[in-house]
């Protein structure tokens, strides 16, 4: 279905939406990445390897990088999680930086 900001989405196993987006725009997300919905993923974004992310909602152009996790939480546009934080229950705001280890 379509989404509000124009975006086409596809309703994947676990309650996951993620982009329809073709080439570069589509989300990427590591092979040994954990998914649990219901879960939103925006266009453009990339999720790492040997995180966990569920019951939360990424903004276009998020980045996740490996070992981390994010549970119950909203990220706006443009935020970077660098390797190994957790993120819980949290609002990221837009164009956020998230350091490597990072507990919030």
């Known amino acids: ?3 509000f900001d124009g975006v086409s989405y596809v309703v994947e196993r676990h309650l996951v939406y993620r982009d329809v987006g073709k080439g570069h725009n ?3 997300v590591g092979r040994s ?3 649990m919905g ?3 993923l925006g266009p453009n974004g990339s999720i790492g390897e040997n995180c966990l992310v ?3 909602v990424l903004g276009p152009n998020c980045t996740i ?3 981390c996790q994010v549970v119950d939480s909203h990220f706006w546009g443009n935020v970077t999680v660098e390797k ?3 993120i819980n229950g949290a609002v990221i705001c ?3 930086v998230i350091k490597s280890g990072a507990v919030i």
């Open 84 to 86: 190994g934080a957790k």
């Open 94 to 96: 837009e164009d956020a």
């Open 26 to 28: 589509r989300s990427h």
């Open 33 to 35: 990445t954990r998914l």
């Open 38 to 40: 219901p879960l939103l």
């Open 54 to 56: 569920k019951r939360s």
């Open 65 to 67: 990088c490996d070992e």
């Open 1 to 3: 279905s379509s989404g």
